[in-house]
């Protein structure tokens, strides 16, 4: 899936691009998500950090039960951050 085909890659892009929309995205991300096309379960809390030349994030899974082999090769792999929130289309990133 292109950038011009995946809302999500559309938002990060331009919040690489456009200081105050990346600012807006951090206060309210899921309204910012949902007016770009991407669907954003109730109930789900959304938090956007960004990382900085001195600082980096590592996000740890919410475990509902047992991974698959093929789940934790995915996690170690790298692709973790596009399916861990489960909204759509993130899954297909690997």
């Known amino acids: 899936m292109s950038e011009q085909q995946d809302p999500m ?3 990060i892009a ?3 691009q456009d200081e ?3 600012k807006q995205l ?4 899921a309204a ?3 007016a770009a096309g991407v669907a954003v379960p109730d109930g ?3 938090k956007v950090v ?3 030349e001195t600082e980096r994030h590592i996000v740890l899974p919410a475990l509902s039960g047992q991974l698959s082999d093929g789940e934790i090769a995915g996690i170690a792999g790298g692709w973790y951050y596009f399916v ?3 909204l759509g289309g993130w899954s297909q990133a690997r």
């Open 9 to 11: 890659g559309k938002v």
């Open 14 to 16: 331009k919040a690489m």
């Open 20 to 22: 105050a929309f990346k």
């Open 26 to 29: 951090i206060a309210e991300p």
């Open 32 to 34: 910012v998500l949902k």
């Open 44 to 46: 789900i809390t959304l």
């Open 50 to 52: 960004a990382d900085t």
């Open 84 to 86: 861990c929130f489960g």
